[in-house]
């Protein structure tokens, strides 16, 4: 088991840049493949960034590409993701999960997660 509690959100205006934190409990992160959803009001939720357990290399899909960057820092048990050059599409509650995997059905293939935050809420103003 592993607890996840996020920090760092808030209020900013396009143009901006947050970095959200994601503090672990229970278990080490190194053993897990990290990474940060967010879900917008009506919409689904959607993977932001991934950080591999191996060589902490990553994965980012295009709407947040060369914006977005994860890091996680194991000694401190503890997973970041950077964001700048905030959009007001970025507007959404971010949450911070633990062994993120891919599912994948007959017609589907959408990133899941084995533990998750409680989520942070980040509004990017125009």
């Known amino acids: 088991q592993v607890q996840l509690v996020e920090s760092g959100g808030g209020l900013v205006q396009a143009g901006g840049s947050l970095r959200l934190s994601c503090s672990a409990s229970?278990?080490?992160?190194?053993?897990?493949?990290m990474g940060w959803f967010r879900q917008a009001p009506g919409k689904e939720r959607e993977i932001v960034a991934v950080?591999?357990?191996?060589?902490?290399?990553?994965y980012y899909p295009e709407p947040v590409k060369g914006r977005f960057t994860i890091a996680r820092y194991n000694g401190m048990n503890t997973v970041y993701l950077q964001m700048n050059s905030l959009k007001p599409e970025d507007t959404a509650v971010y949450s911070c999960?633990?062994?993120?995997?891919?599912?994948?059905?007959?017609?589907?293939?959408?990133?899941?997660?084995?533990?998750w935050g409680q989520g942070t809420q980040v509004t990017v103003t125009s």
């Open positions: 999960a633990a062994g993120v995997h891919i599912e994948v059905g007959v017609s589907t293939r959408r990133y899941e997660a084995d533990y």
């Open positions: 950080i591999s357990r191996h060589n902490s290399s990553a």
């Open positions: 229970g278990r080490t992160v190194s053993n897990y493949d």
